[in-house]
């Protein structure tokens, strides 16, 4: 009897450890010692955005990747403990629900109706939906002025819906999978303007391949809050990332990051709205 009484107790105690360690796993995938070691985290980024987030070979670039590295980092995750996913506008909601990231940083733009799936941090940066447009055009100056005109813009993005819900009826939209294609399009002579927020826009001009062929209109009609879109019922994690942005801000990273990532472009953010202050997580 004792002997039996004293493997029950053995077992106890070990299911007690297993669920010790289970309750203190956060973010990302965990199996490691308490240094961080074995410790990894999934963060969805875009691939094909210059300057914000950009995959040449095995490296990627670009602001939201680098403010996702800061804020990896107060959360315990080295560089090397990050991999990157990239996340098309249409499918950054499906990606946290199914959990194939663990964050998303793809200017990832803040809005009520995306609240309802999803969690937001944030926001870490605001920039305003403008257009691009070739570098002779002289008659595009703004939205009103796309009447009759052919525009593309990236399925899923908040760029197309706000052009399908507010000008969609004189407007010609053609919606493509990534930027890329857009500005291909634009270059090639297929559509007269390409929207989507007014730093990404900036970003695509001023590649080699572009620069010189295409222009940013310079007059944004929208403020656009992004977000690191997280799962929902994420409120412990969306506060310690809201700390790390505000600590990203206050020690000066935040604007070396931004001049890092616009160096040449021409582009300035808005300096009413950035930094900005950070939403309360719900």
Request: hydrophobic share 35%; aromatic share 6%.
């Amino acid at each position: 009897m004792r002997k039996k009484l004293t493997g029950l107790v053995a077992l106890a105690a070990t299911a007690a450890l297993t669920l010790s360690a289970c309750s203190s796993a956060s973010v990302g995938s965990s199996g490691g010692s308490s240094d961080g070691a074995g410790k990894s985290i999934k963060i969805g980024v875009k691939f094909d955005q210059p300057g914000l987030g950009y995959q040449d070979g095995s490296k990627h670039t670009g602001f939201d990747v680098d403010v996702a590295t800061y804020v990896a980092e107060k959360l315990g995750y080295k560089p090397s403990q990050i991999t990157w996913v990239e996340s098309p506008s249409a499918q950054r909601e499906q990606m946290l629900q199914n959990h194939q990231v663990d964050m998303i940083f793809a200017t990832y733009s803040i809005t009520d109706a995306r609240k309802q799936v999803v969690d937001f941090a944030g926001p870490y940066f605001v920039a305003g939906q403008d257009l691009l447009v070739a570098s002779n055009n002289t008659d595009i100056t703004g939205p009103e002025s796309l009447e009759g005109k052919n525009l593309c813009s990236v399925t899923g993005s908040t760029s197309a819906q706000k052009i399908k819900d507010q000008y969609s009826k004189g407007v010609n939209l053609l919606e493509r999978p990534g930027y890329a294609e857009c500005v291909t399009a634009l270059v090639a002579g297929q559509v007269d303007a390409v929207t989507t927020d007014d730093i990404i826009l900036a970003g695509l001009a001023a590649t080699p391949a572009n620069k010189g062929k295409v222009k940013v209109v310079g007059h944004p009609f929208s403020t656009e809050n992004y977000g690191v879109g997280l799962p929902k019922g994420s409120k412990a994690t969306c506060e310690k990332v809201n700390a790390a942005i505000k600590s990203m801000i206050d020690d000066g990273t935040w604007q070396k990051l931004v001049d890092k990532n616009t160096a040449g472009t021409g582009y300035t953010p808005n300096k009413q709205e950035n930094p900005p202050a950070q939403d309360a997580c719900a």
